[in-house]
């Protein structure tokens, strides 16, 4: 159990173009999903935190209207960048975290490479 | 602010030898402790958790971490290395405010040679 999905898995784009990824917990409702970034060789970095129902919570530095979160249900969180360029190439991973309310662990996705040329 | 700290950048075992990846921490109350592994170009890999309870925490693989309060460590370890554990290994805390998000470490690359 406790399956996370993304698609696509890698997507290349042309610079200036938009692109949406999409993270689905499979078998269980995540009322919170987190969206992170990882470069070649580095550590996760936190995105931002997104709630059914309600706005994205950004980490700072990381530009809301650039990287547009929608948590429209307990099962789907979506990340579009918006107007890519070279420098938003990387390795998108997004987790979810269930509704109980001991619920410590984060299951991650696959993850989604994104080749912006 | 919680944090983890994860020294190494790399470490080299044989296979069949005992293998020790290391975390300390840093946090402000009760530590909510986490490995993940990570495959190229996959997602992140649960392993084991510290919540409360016993300091030996076993995981999945074969892996186990020791809790250490008075050193504040959260090491990983597996008595008998495998080839195929050879991965990238996360540290990770859950910071106690707010989402209840988690601060990982820099990673550690393990290495296990046949």
């Known amino acids: 159990g406790a399956v996370v999905s993304q698609h696509p898995s890698w997507v290349i784009c042309k610079s200036g173009t938009s692109v949406k990824i999409e993270c689905r917990s499979l078998?269980?409702?995540?009322?919170?999903m987190f969206w992170y970034r990882q470069f070649p060789k580095q550590s996760l970095m936190l995105m931002a935190t997104s709630n059914e129902g309600s706005k994205a919570t950004y980490e700072q530095g990381v530009e809301k209207d650039k990287f547009l979160i929608n948590h429209a249900s307990l099962t789907l969180s979506t990340l579009t960048v918006t107007s890519a360029h070279p420098e938003d190439s990387s390795f998108y991973i997004c987790?979810?975290?269930?509704?109980?309310?001991?619920?410590?662990?984060?299951?991650f996705g696959p993850g989604t490479r994104l080749t912006v040329t | 602010a919680q944090s983890v700290a994860q020294p190494e950048d790399q470490v080299n075992v044989a296979e069949g030898n005992p293998l020790t990846v290391k975390c300390t921490y840093s946090?402000?109350?009760?530590?909510?402790l986490f490995w993940y592994v990570q495959y190229p170009n996959r997602g992140l890999q649960f392993l084991l958790k510290?919540?409360?309870?016993?300091?030996l925490v076993k995981g999945s693989y074969g892996f186990e971490a020791e809790f250490n309060k008075s050193q504040t460590s959260f090491h990983l370890k597996k008595p008998s290395a495998l080839v195929s554990d050879s991965a990238l290994y996360f540290c990770a805390v859950r910071d106690g405010t707010g989402f209840q998000k988690l601060v990982f470490g820099t990673g550690t690359r393990l290495l296990v040679s046949p």
């Open positions: 078998d269980f409702q995540a009322t919170t």
């Open positions: 510290y919540i409360t309870g016993d300091n």
């Open positions: 987790s979810a975290r269930g509704l109980a309310a001991n619920s410590y662990e984060q299951y």
């Open positions: 946090v402000s109350g009760n530590p909510y």
